[in-house]
Structures are given as C-alpha cells and as structure tokens.
C-alpha cells in the first residue's frame, strides 16, 4: 500500500505533523487524545480575522514506538509557524500532566514552532512557562524527555527554550534552533553584521550542524522519520537525568562555552576553535561524514 | 471571513469508514483543512466550511456537489477551515480525507 | 521603584546586597528568616555572561543553605539580541538558568519572583515566569511586544489594537492582563514586607496559574483543557 512502502523514506521536513507522528510510531497504535472532533480551537484568532485550526496546530496523544509506550506531541509548523497560543499550550501541558499517570517510558516532543504566538502573546507565553513546569515534573519522576527538531521552523523563541530543558535532544541538519530569529539579529544589529538572507550564514549560526558540533544538542539525525525513529530507540529504555549534579555539570560547561568562544563572528571561528582544520567544508559534508569527523577528535 | 454550511439529505449512497474521523491539509496560505466524521445524519451529509476568502459560496457549491456526485457518501459530517484554496486543492483534499476515511 | 528603595520597603528589618552594575544579590531579614535576594536593575539584556552570573547565584543559595526562600527581582528588557549569543545556544542558556529556578523549588526553596521594573518575552520566561509564583508592582511593565510591534507584524491599526486590549487580556502587555491571566498571583502594593510574608506562606508545589486565569476570566480555556486530557 503506498503510505506503508512511504513510511521508510519519509522525508521530515516536508511531512504535517499528523504524517511525523504516524511514520513514527509503530502501526496503529496511536491514540489522539482531544481530537479536532472536540470542536475546541483558538478563542482568539477571530479577532484578528485569521482562520483557526481544529488541533490550533499540534497533535497531542499515545502510541508505542518499537514496542515502548510513548506519549508524544508534535507541533504543525505550517499553521501560523507553529506559533503557540492558549489552546495549543494547554494541549501540550495536559498530555504532560497525564505522563505523571500514566507513566509511558518517554515523552516524545516534536517541535516546529516560532514561538509565542503575538495574537495570543500572554497566554502563549504563560503556556510556555507552564509547558516547561510541566515538562520538567514529568523529568523529576524519571521519565525522560526527547526533543525532536528538524521541522521547516525549527524550534525558536519559548520553543527553543522548551527544548533547553529536554533530556536529549535531536536535531537534523535542517533543523534550526534559537530564541530570536535572523531577521530580528538583522533589524538589531545591521545587516553588515548579519544578513538574514544569507542563508548559509543563518545555518551556520542556527542550524543543526552547529548545535551539535558545540554540544547543544545531543544526535545529529538524517532528515527522515525513520532515522529519528531509530535514533531515538537507540537510546530506551533510559531514565531522565534532571538533578543538581546534572546541573552543576551543564553550568560547568557552558561557562567554559562562553568563556572559549566569547567575541566569536561566525560560526567557522567556533569550528576551528573546537579543532576543525577545514570548517569552510562542514556545511558540505553529509550528517555522517561530519559524525565521523567529529569521532576522530 | 464566512462561514458557510451545506446540507444534503440522503443521496442513496453509504460510507463504509473505518474510523470515525480523518483530518487531511493544514490551514496555511492557499491550503485548507478537511476535518470528515462519521456522524448519525440518517444518511445525509452536512459541509460547515469556515473560509477566510469571502464571497466563494458558488464555487464551494460546485466543488462539494462534485464530491457528493463522485463518491454519494453517506452519514458523513465535514468541517473545513480554509485559508484561500483554489477549487482543486480543495476538491484534493476531499477526495483525500474520504480515501483515508474508508482506507482499510 | 528603584532597586535599594524597594529593598527598603521589603525589608524594614535590614538587608545586606551588594550591587553590581546589572545584578545585585545578598540576603534580606524577614520575621521567618533569611531570605536570598538575587535581582537585576538597570533593565539589561539576558545574554549569555548575565545568565551565567544569575545561574551561579542560584547554585550558591542550593549549594549553601538549602532550603532557604529565595526572592528574585525583576528588571529586563527581554533576552539579548547579538550574534554571538544566539550562535552560542542562547536557548540553552535561557533554559539551565529556567531549570536552577525550577529545582530550587523542587528542592524545598521558596521561589518568588517580583517583578518591579520591566520584563519581556525571553527575558520575562527566562528570569521571572519560572519561579513558584510571580508577584508584580503595580508601576512595572510585564510584556511580550509592545503593541505598535505587534501592529506592524499583524497588519492591524493600533488603534484596533488598542480597543480590543480593553476586554481581551490575552495580548496585549500590561501587569493587569498578566494578572488577569493569570500569570501574575498578585499585585503587590502598601506594606511589601507583609506582601512578601504571605508568599513565603504560599503553597508552590502545583502549578495554579491556568486555574487563576479562568476564575478572572482573562483565560477561559487553558485550564479546562489541560485538565480534561489530564483526567481522561
């Protein structure tokens, strides 16, 4: 059948958030939980005369991935970028709650989101302050927290912060991570110093590659559904790691991070700095091409 | 935007879903989003579209009758929000949302 | 309110806070005892040397004297906005300073946080919105995007703007919309010691900000929600 032969292949970054989360977990076993048939979606958005969307842009439920129970959200980041808002939030915080429960071996969170959505800028930033209270109690009971970026809008703003405070984190070349965008750099400190438009220049300072190269992020993963599915068994059964030590280790070496790099311009500079001879070939070289450079440090 | 609703009474034929909801397309720049149900219409149809491009009731008319014609679905409740689709991704996502409704 | 005078009015029975340019911190007397104070002033950025200096702070307090309350001060104007941060991992740092607040509260800290200047959007999540509870003053500013930003991004006159924000609380900036919503436990006003006394006396262990924003209407459906997927 063709979306079975499709599964393998499926491309990431071009997939709805409803085919990510079917690709990923194993053949249906996946439970929608406040489904579009609720009927429930943005309060708000009529106000600005800006259409709803029945799940207001992320997917909320339970399956099994290679047999393990999982609880996963995953955010649509062609509906207004992802962007989140009060019902989108509440969403996310309720499936979160209901991990304390229900007790799955992981927490799955797919992000592909710009942040706080401006027509709902208080709830969607309180929904973010209680997205991240809610995530991190699911990681004090030992759950562990996987967080999945490889989506067009990667995870920026209050979703790049959530994604601060996973267990691990994954992300694709493609994938982007931030809190303020490159148009917003652009506009603060003048196109000289960075052009939003070059695109090159905005993978190097917010794409995959470079977060994984400095450590920000824990798996660099080929751009389909299939090698983050992988990726991700290949480290369950594992418990959530959200602790002092853990803590008093992060601030070590992020103190170090700022320290070694600090009056860094480009992303090459921090490369060679990491001991890179050639950093102009990173953003040629495949995803493992550039694991296997990175393993002969 | 409006919002729009179509209902046809019984029109002979039956769906044979084998899930009670499918939810096809995203609500993004000329795209729409098709939210198809089973629900006890005693074997009509009702379409509740809400659309940000006013003033394309006769085309939405068209479009669905076309649907209804093709497939004389039955039983059937679809919610749509739309945000500025042409005729044909619109008739693309129907047909798509009532394969996966019936897909084995 | 500056920094000193509302220590002052915070804790009539004496403090001993040393300021720096942008941070400040020290310990302040109340009659349940010592409290930690750690705050900003001069509304700066949250960039990456900030972060980690309000970071060590923390670690200190649940290093040194563990469980004692902790009362952070609140003056920012958003997260940095530079190159080098974001190239950096600005998010992940934003997200450890987030985690010390959250621990310390697992931990058997009080964590209240006051904001008495501005606080906005990254800056507001990363140092503020993340304590036990967030107090207010009523002449501070809380905020994502002021609203002629918001205007511009959403293609509305702020004159629309501005009418809507008078009976819908969930955009526009203000201390009274973030109480409204919920975000803000209360506003903090007259005798600010007897304020601080009774959060120190506050329950922290449940999250009551979505409940708070649909009693007072400004958020009628987090709640819910949540709630109904919680259960089900």
Redesign the interface.
């Known amino acids: 059948m063709k979306n079975k032969k499709r599964q393998s292949t499926r491309n990431y970054l071009e997939a709805t958030a409803r085919q990510r989360i079917s690709d990923f977990l194993d053949k249906g076993t996946f439970c929608e939980l406040f489904p579009p048939t609720v009927g429930v979606s943005s309060p708000h958005l009529h106000y600005f005369s800006i259409p709803r969307s029945f799940d207001d842009g992320v997917v909320i439920g339970e399956g099994m991935l290679g047999g393990f129970p999982v609880a996963v959200v995953a955010q649509e980041g062609r509906f207004m970028g992802g962007a989140i808002g009060e019902v989108h939030s509440a969403k996310i915080v309720g499936l979160l709650k209901r991990c304390l429960r229900s007790r799955p071996e992981a927490l799955l969170f797919l992000f592909d989101s710009g942040g706080v959505r401006l027509q709902e800028a208080n709830a969607g930033e309180l929904g973010v302050a209680e997205i991240i209270r809610a995530l991190l109690d699911v990681r004090a009971t030992g759950i562990p927290v996987f967080g999945v970026i490889g989506g067009s809008c990667g995870a920026f703003g209050g979703a790049g912060i959530i994604s601060g405070c996973c267990d691990i984190l994954m992300v694709s070349e493609e994938g982007r991570i931030g809190v303020s965008g490159p148009e917003v750099i652009e506009t603060n400190m003048g196109v000289e110093v960075f052009d939003a438009r070059d695109k090159a220049l905005v993978w190097r300072t917010y794409g995959g590659k470079n977060r994984f190269l400095q450590g920000q992020a824990n798996e660099l993963v080929e751009n389909s559904v299939a090698e983050f599915r992988a990726a991700i068994l290949r480290y369950l059964p594992c418990p959530a790691n959200y602790s002092l030590e853990s803590l008093e280790k992060e601030y070590k070496e992020l103190k170090k991070r700022a320290e070694k790099f600090s009056g860094s311009h480009d992303a090459l500079e921090v490369w060679r700095k990491l001991g890179f001879e050639e950093p102009e070939k990173i953003p040629a070289l495949t995803t493992d091409e550039l694991k296997m450079l990175r393993e002969k440090k | 935007?409006e919002h729009l609703e179509y209902e046809f009474k019984e029109v002979g034929g039956e769906t044979a879903a084998a899930r009670?909801?499918v939810?096809v397309g995203?609500?993004?720049s000329g795209?729409l989003?098709v939210?198809m149900?089973v629900a006890e219409l005693e074997g009509g149809c009702r379409f509740s579209i809400?659309?940000?491009a006013s003033g394309f009731s006769q085309s939405w008319q068209a479009v669905i009758a076309d649907f209804m014609e093709r497939f004389r679905p039955g039983n059937v409740l679809v919610?749509i929000?739309?945000?500025g689709a042409s005729p044909a991704v619109v008739s693309l996502r129907l047909d798509q949302a009532y394969e996966m409704l019936v897909e084995k | 309110m500056k920094a000193k005078e509302i220590l002052e009015k915070i804790f009539p029975s004496g403090f001993a806070v040393q300021f720096g340019e942008q941070v400040f911190s020290g310990t302040g007397e109340t009659s349940s005892g010592t409290i930690a104070v750690i705050g900003t002033a001069n509304h700066p950025v949250l960039g990456l040397s900030i972060i980690l200096e309000l970071s060590e702070l923390l670690l200190r307090v649940m290093r040194d004297t563990p469980g004692r309350p902790i009362l952070m001060l609140v003056d920012n104007d958003g997260q940095k906005m530079a190159l080098e941060d974001e190239l950096l991992g600005l998010n992940q740092y934003i997200a450890h300073l987030v985690k010390l607040q959250d621990l310390a509260r697992r931990r058997g800290h009080p964590v209240i946080a006051l904001v008495y200047g501005n606080s906005c959007a990254g800056g507001f999540i990363g140092f503020g919105l993340c304590a036990g509870q967030t107090y207010a003053t009523p002449d501070s500013n809380t905020s994502v995007m002021i609203l002629p930003a918001i205007a511009r991004v959403t293609k509305l006159p702020l004159e629309y703007l501005e009418e809507l924000s008078k009976t819908v609380a969930v955009f526009a900036p203000g201390v009274d919309n973030f109480e409204r919503t919920g975000g803000v436990q209360s506003v903090w006003e007259g005798d600010l010691n007897r304020c601080l006394e009774e959060a120190l006396q506050k329950e922290q262990s449940v999250d009551q900000r979505a409940e708070l924003g649909a009693q007072r209407g400004g958020r009628p459906l987090a709640a819910k929600i949540s709630k109904q997927i919680a259960d089900a």
Do not use: C, G, I, P
């Open positions: 935007m009670t909801y939810l995203v609500v993004a795209n989003e939210l149900e809400d659309t940000s919610s929000n739309d945000h």
